[in-house]
């Protein structure tokens, strides 16, 4: 593998470059060209604002929605498992890099979703049954709240014990980060829900996960 072959000297501008793809990748707002294709409302215009599956369902259209929730599970996806020939560190920098790029694209003045879908395709990418863990964890603590951002942040939470559980400790520092990222960009949404303000699914309220 290329991290146990090369020293970090050698091996950090192939690293920068993976997450320079991951990033790319990451940043390609699904939620608008979706939206777009189906003759709906820019989902920056609607609700929260954000770019991703949930604030693209208040347009009505739940086929847009499931493309666009599809669609940020891919390029969170996709770019770890092409990378993922470099070794583990590369998977895990496209991986970061496109998180961030969802999170924060370039594009649109850094503006992006809060990562949810990204995230786990990312995850089950670098580990699959970690990935089908937290994904789990998600709809299990949703329906038991009845609020969405709680399934969430529960489901990322869970991703590095999951990865513990099974002995993937190459990955558990890079997931954490990307936990962290994620449950940054939820701390509206950690507010009500310490307020107990945050809307419960279908309340009609502004719980936005993405």
């Known amino acids: 593998m290329l991290h146990d072959i090369m020293g970090l000297d050698r091996a950090l501008p192939w690293l920068l470059t993976a997450f320079a793809l991951g990033y790319g990748a990451g940043s390609i ?36 929605a499931a493309l666009t929730l599809m669609g ?22 496209a991986a970061l890099g496109a998180l961030i790029g969802h999170c924060f694209p370039i594009w649109l003045r850094f503006r992006g979703g809060k990562g949810v879908a990204t995230f786990l395709g990312t995850v089950v990418a670098l580990h699959t049954w970690t990935g ?7 709809l299990v603590a949703a329906r038991l709240s009845r609020i969405s951002s709680v399934g969430a942040l529960a489901a990322t939470a869970s991703a590095p014990l999951w990865l513990v559980a099974f002995s993937r400790w190459e990955a558990v520092l890079a997931v954490t980060i990307a936990v962290l990222i994620v449950w940054i960009r939820h701390a509206e949404n950690i507010r009500r829900l310490i307020q107990d303000q945050e809307p419960r699914i279908g309340s009609g309220g502004s719980s936005v996960n993405d």
Do not use: C, E, Y
């Not at 599970?73 to 895990?92: F, I, N």
């Not at 089908?132 to 998600?138: K, S, V």
């Open 72 to 93: 940020d599970a891919l390029k969170g996806a996709v770019p770890v498992l092409v990378l993922m020939g470099w070794g583990d560190l590369s998977a895990q920098a």
């Open 132 to 138: 089908i863990g937290a994904a789990i964890i998600w």
């Open 29 to 64: 707002p699904f939620g608008i060209a979706i939206s777009r294709l189906f003759g709906l409302r820019d989902p920056r215009k609607v609700g929260s604002g954000n770019i991703g599956a949930t604030n693209v369902l208040r347009s009505g259209h739940r086929g847009a």
